[in-house]
């Protein structure tokens, strides 16, 4: 297993391009299973994430060919060959549950392995169930599978209102929904921005969708779905976490393709904290507005509050500000294992149910440390860029899932970093 090694060494300053999101792309590479025509996207990002979608839909007998470099997704579903995605992929990669509402809108029945548990949480599917069940499917739980079936061969527009906010259940629903006889409301959905490209990009394949971006979305079902070609939104994680690079170390970073309207809720923590967010024609320039950074508190919320996936690269971040932040994880329950981790570099965490008491310390020392989820080890890797000395992170297959070429990335900005290939 490969690890990646980092000496502090002051100030970063330069340009980072912002890739496609992961999480959208993951959400709109299912997408294809609704049409036998081909579905293209562009500005797809570089990751193993990908991948495993794409070995995923090519068991189900989709064609998914990687273009210019991987940057451009060409796909095409011509017939469902194999209605199950087995539970050698869906284990590895929990949206793999995405190819469930598809399958079963367009050909009234599928089979998929249960994700199971996974290091930030229990994560159940319990969600996406009941909206496809609302929606008329039988579902029946056998050997580890979701088996289901649309009577008739089709599934039925219905009011589905989920009790709390899910990403991926919405994403579900919202694709089964639109090949479902009838209308769909959503009630409850989530509004993050990968929704509402995804729901662009069903639009463009014919869909009839209104509401997306807030809490009701309505979906007129249609008979068929057509090809279509679109582009990825930009990665609103990976430029969050890209814009503590001079947050962390000082110097500044212009993130190039990166929109404020992505990331309000966290560039208002920034600037609550001494940063600055300035929006350019090209992205966001972010540097420190003067000395030492200041604390504050956060709690994670569904979109638009601050996002859970950019808690444990803050944390690094509060790590040496000056006073006592508090951190509140409100969506996952096992969501602070990068705590110990960062407490080795020398960092004052207190980890206490559902929060975490950060008090500031002058400066972090360097230390071998492990990534234990992607987010986690990210963060251990800006904690690294402002530390003292040298940080060996161990287990950086995670970060390979969701940041793209990050050692070339902060490289270009002055980093001292490289990987060290294990065996
Ligand atoms: C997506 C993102 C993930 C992000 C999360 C929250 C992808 C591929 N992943 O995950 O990076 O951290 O949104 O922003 O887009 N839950 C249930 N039952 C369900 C579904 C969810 O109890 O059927 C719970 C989850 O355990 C969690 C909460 O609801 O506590 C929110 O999860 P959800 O929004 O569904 O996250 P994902 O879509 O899995």
């Known amino acids: 297993m490969d690890s990646i ?7 970063l300053s330069g340009e980072i391009p912002i890739a496609g999101a992961k999480n959208a792309c993951l959400t709109l590479m299912p997408a294809t299973l609704l ?16 991948q495993t979608m794409t070995q995923l839909l090519a068991s189900l007998g989709a064609e998914v060919a990687a273009l ?9 579903s011509h017939r469902i060959d194999n209605h199950t995605a087995d539970y050698d992929i869906v284990r590895k990669m929990r949206a793999s549950i995405l190819v469930l509402g598809p399958m079963l809108a367009r050909d009234g029945h599928a089979v998929v392995s249960l994700p199971g548990g996974c290091a930030i ?3 159940p599917v319990d969600l996406h169930l009941r909206a496809l069940e609302a929606m008329g499917a039988d579902l029946d739980l056998r050997d580890g599978y979701v088996h289901a079936r649309a009577p008739g061969g089709r599934l039925k527009g219905a009011v589905v209102d989920f009790p709390f906010v899910s990403v991926g259940a919405t994403e579900n ?13 959503l009630k ?12 662009q990009c069903l639009r463009k394949m014919g869909a009839q969708i209104e509401g997306e971006g807030t809490a009701e979305i309505t979906v007129q079902g249609v008979d068929r779905l057509r090809g279509a070609t679109h582009p990825v939104v930009a990665d609103r994680i990976e430029l969050g976490t890209y814009m503590l690079v001079p947050a962390i170390t000082g110097g500044e970073v212009e993130c ?13 923590k920034l600037d609550e904290a001494g940063i600055s967010v300035t929006e350019t024609d090209r992205g966001l320039k972010v540097a420190r507005k003067s000395g030492r950074i200041g604390a504050v508190n956060v709690v994670t919320q569904p979109f638009p509050g601050f996002p859970t996936d950019l808690q444990a690269q803050m944390m690094a971040l509060l790590c040496t500000a000056d006073g006592v932040s508090v951190l509140e994880e409100t969506i996952f329950e096992n969501r602070f294992m990068h705590a110990p981790e960062l407490m080795r570099m020398g960092a004052k965490i207190d980890v206490h149910g559902g929060h975490a008491t950060v008090s500031g310390v002058e400066k972090l020392k360097g230390a071998r440390v492990m990534a234990t989820d992607l987010r986690a080890s990210v963060s251990l890797i800006l904690a690294a860029l402002a530390a003292e000395g040298e940080t060996l992170v161990s287990r950086v297959y995670h970060l390979d899932r969701g940041y793209e070429r990050v050692e070339e990335k902060l490289r270009a900005c002055g980093a001292q970093i490289e990987r060290v290939k294990g065996e």
């Not at 049409?35 to 990908?50: F, G, K, V, Y």
């Not at 694709?175 to 409301?185: D, F, P, R, S």
């Open 121 to 123: 949480g229990a994560r």
């Open 173 to 185: 629903a919202l694709m089964a929904a639109t090949l479902a006889k009838g209308t769909t409301v």
């Open 256 to 268: 190039l393709g990166g929109r404020i309207d992505l990331v309000a809720a966290f560039a208002e």
């Open 35 to 50: 049409t036998d025509e081909p579905l293209t996207l562009s500005n797809a990002p570089r990751l193993s994430d990908i």
């Open 188 to 199: 409850n959905a989530a509004r993050e921005p990968e929704i509402v490209d995804l729901a």
């Open 68 to 76: 210019q470099d991987g940057l451009v997704l060409a796909m095409s």
């Open 5 to 11: 090694l980092v000496r502090g060494n002051g100030p």
